[in-house]
């Protein structure tokens, strides 16, 4: 029933809500874990329900795949990441690093504009950008401080003391997770059900 690209510990909070909630006898739940352009790609063509993404900017991504509702749920914070134990004076200081940005997907605004506006804001020249396909892929580099990059504030724990967000009081835009589902097909009769299980899943997750 769900797709959910799943960049932040608050996703994984409405995957559990999500999963204890929605027990009824006319309800299957499935939930699985692909990029967002797979995520899209699988309500768009029925084999999902709805969908969760992270995005850039909802009311883009609503203007590039109108044959979608999308709906805003919450901001995703995002903290600048960089190895546990690092000194970081300023920015300056991570110029000369290799920056972690999420491969771009076409026509879908995600983390890769974010740090390209970051970029700006800041007047950063990155010396060499690395793309991943992954947050997951992300973590391993930036803990051996091979790396630094942007990331969901909730999302790096998961390395536990291995990396560390840095506060140098910047500015930076936060992602935002939507819930999409096809505006061109039916919905199931359950769909209703469904919208009530994730606002309160929403809400038992304080976001």
């Known amino acids: 029933m769900g797709a959910v690209d799943r960049p932040d510990e608050r996703f994984h909070q409405l995957r559990v809500g999500f999963g204890e909630r929605a027990r009824a006898p006319d309800v299957s739940v499935e939930l699985s874990d692909p990029d967002p352009a797979g995520v899209l790609g699988m309500v768009a063509e029925g084999r999902a329900d709805v969908g969760f993404v992270a995005t850039a900017d909802v ?9 979608l509702h999308v709906r805003f749920l919450v901001d995703l914070p995002l903290v600048l990441v960089v190895s546990s134990g690092r000194h970081v004076a300023g920015l300056r200081d991570l110029e000369s690093e290799t920056w972690i940005v999420p491969a771009a997907i076409q026509g879908f605004p995600g983390l890769d504009e974010l740090t390209d506006q970051f970029w700006r804001r800041n007047d950063v020249t990155p010396a060499r950008i ?36 840095i506060d140098l009081a910047l500015d930076i835009p936060p992602l935002r997770a939507a819930m999409v589902w096809s505006a061109e097909m039916q919905p199931a009769p359950s769909l209703d059900l469904l919208f009530q299980v994730i606002d309160q899943a929403v809400a038992d997750a304080a976001i």
Request: glycine share 12%; net charge negative; charged share 10%.
């Open 59 to 67: 009311s883009r991504l609503a203007s590039a795949f109108p044959g």
């Open 130 to 165: 690395q793309q991943v396909s992954t947050f997951q892929t992300a973590l391993p580099l930036i803990a051996a401080d091979m790396a630094v990059g942007l990331l969901p504030r909730d999302g790096f724990e998961v390395v536990g003391g291995q990396v560390a967000a």
